[in-house]
C-alpha cells in the first residue's frame, strides 16, 4: 500500500511573503510484496515437473491354474547366463552347469544369437542368473542386450549354490580375485 507523509505541515497560507509548503514525500509499503514474491515462488515450485523416475517396463507371466506347469520350458531352448566378477559370462544350454563356458559382454551377443537361431522362437528361452560379485551395470547391460536380440521370453533367477560354486572354481582356474 502507498502512505503519503503528511508530517511536518499545518495550514500554509497563499501570498506574497508567503513560504511555500514542502513537497510532501510518498512512502511505499513493500511487505505485501514479499508475500506475493513467496505466493509465486511457492506456485511455481508445486507445478513445476520434477526430474522424472526412470524405470524398465517388465512383463510378467500370466497367471495359470497349476503353477507347477507355469514356467515349464523345454530344456533344450534354454539357455542360463551366470554373471560373473570383471564382466565375465558363464553359460550353458539345458540343464547341465558342469557343461559351464565362458565369454564376455562384447561377445554374449553371438551367443544368444546363435542359439535363438538354432531353436523354435515360441519355445526359446534366456534364464538370467547375476552372481553376488556381479555389478549392477552388468545387470542392466544384460537386460539390455535381452530387448537389442529381441529374446521375447526371459528371466532373472537367483544363482543355485552349485551354479555359484563352479562360477567361483571357473573364475579360481582363470586367475580371476
Excluded: W
Excluded at 555389478?135 to 521370453?153: C, P, S
Amino acid at each position: 500500500m502507498a502512505e503519503v507523509d503528511t508530517s511536518g505541515g499545518g495550514k500554509h497560507k497563499k501570498g506574497p511573503g508567503v513560504k511555500k509548503g514542502k513537497k510532501l514525500s510518498t512512502r511505499v509499503d513493500l511487505t505485501p510484496m514479499c508475500d506475493l514474491g513467496f505466493l509465486l515462488i511457492t506456485f511455481f515450485i508445486f507445478t513445476t515437473t520434477m526430474s522424472q523416475p526412470t524405470a524398465m517396463r517388465m512383463f510378467l507371466p500370466k497367471d495359470v491354474k497349476n503353477p507347477d506347469e507355469q514356467n515349464k520350458v523345454k530344456n533344450s531352448a534354454v539357455i542360463t547366463l551366470l554373471l560373473g566378477k570383471d564382466d565375465k559370462i558363464y553359460y550353458y544350454e539345458g540343464d547341465d552347469p558342469t557343461k559351464m563356458l565362458q565369454t564376455t559382454f562384447k561377445m554374449v551377443r553371438d551367443v544368444v544369437v546363435d542359439k535363438k537361431r538354432r531353436t523354435d522362437p515360441k519355445d526359446f528361452v534366456v534364464v538370467l542368473k547375476p552372481t553376488p560379485d556381479a555389478t549392477y551395470k552388468n545387470t542392466v547391460n544384460i537386460l539390455d542386450e535381452m530387448t537389442i536380440d529381441e529374446v521375447k521370453r526371459y528371466a532373472m533367477v537367483d544363482i543355485s549354490p552349485v551354479e555359484y560354486t563352479l562360477v567361483q572354481k571357473t573364475e579360481a582356474a582363470n586367475g580371476i580375485k
